[in-house]
């Protein structure tokens, strides 16, 4: 994007607000990508995969990190505070280092859960 | 350090849309002249034939974090003293003062508010240029 340096107030709110809605349209996109980011850990756990784990692991988290951030600089505090709490959960099996279980997953499968549905009804409210 | 007035920003952030709002901001509110880079290693390799009079680092990135990138641009001869900024959501006081420790010149709270973020950087380069004054 070429940013003009006339642009007024009122120009970058307007521009601000495209790349919101911009943002939103991806929303959907982004879930879904992060949903096969968590079967992948799934099946690794399942296949006792587990040197596998920390970078799948690590994938997951860096893609809750990146709607945490993106969320709150679009104002979605909701969509933020959720991905951050998902963040948190990966977070701590990442450094855990232990062998993750089924029990594990579904508690990440459950604050995924939660993510989804703050995301799901802000994408509602606005298209 | 520098008396410099504020004009070239060397910024690393690997989020598109972060940087999307970032420059936005940064350019058309603050009137600053931006280079973006995605990566650390991009920085390392850009930062000093931009020669920016500060540096805004994301702390979090995948391969090169802040904190290793910020080590390795102090090893370039023109950089040593460039003031760092660290932009990250971790900004309790422990941590800030760990970015402090660091070598940071200030920390600035992600996610930011765009139409104030030309503001606080700002406010810290103006902190930075009272200090080598003083």
């Known amino acids: 994007m070429i940013t003009d340096v006339n642009m007024d107030i009122k120009d970058i709110q307007i521009q601000l607000e495209k790349m919101r809605q911009a943002f939103l349209v991806q929303l959907p996109q982004r879930m879904r990508m992060m949903e096969s980011e968590l079967l992948e850990i799934q099946e690794a756990i399942q296949e006792e995969k587990s040197d596998l784990l920390h970078d799948l692991l690590t994938q997951a988290y860096r893609s809750a990190h990146s709607l945490t951030g993106a969320g709150g600089t679009f104002g979605l505090q909701e969509v933020t505070e959720s991905a951050r709490e998902l963040e948190d959960v990966l977070s701590h099996f990442m450094q855990s280092n232990t062998h993750l279980d089924n029990q594990d997953y579904t508690a990440i499968l459950g604050q995924f859960g939660k993510l989804k549905t703050v995301v799901t009804a802000t994408y509602e409210s606005k298209f | ?134």
């Open chain 2, 1 to 134: 350090m520098n008396t410099r007035p504020l004009k070239k920003l060397l910024y690393v952030e690997d989020e598109i849309d972060i940087q999307t709002v970032a420059k936005l901001a940064l350019e058309a509110i603050g009137g600053f002249t931006l280079h973006v880079c995605s990566s650390g290693h991009d920085a390392v390799a850009q930062a000093e034939a931009f020669a920016p009079d500060l540096i805004l680092l994301d702390v979090m990135m995948p391969g090169m974090d802040g904190p290793t990138t910020l080590a390795a641009l102090r090893l370039l001869p023109n950089l040593t003293e460039t003031p760092v900024i660290f932009m990250t959501a971790k900004v309790q006081a422990q941590e800030v003062a760990q970015y402090l420790v660091l070598g940071a010149a200030g920390v600035i709270a992600k996610p930011f508010d765009p139409m104030t973020l030309s503001d606080k950087v700002i406010q810290i380069w103006h902190s930075v240029t009272e200090k080598s004054a003083a």
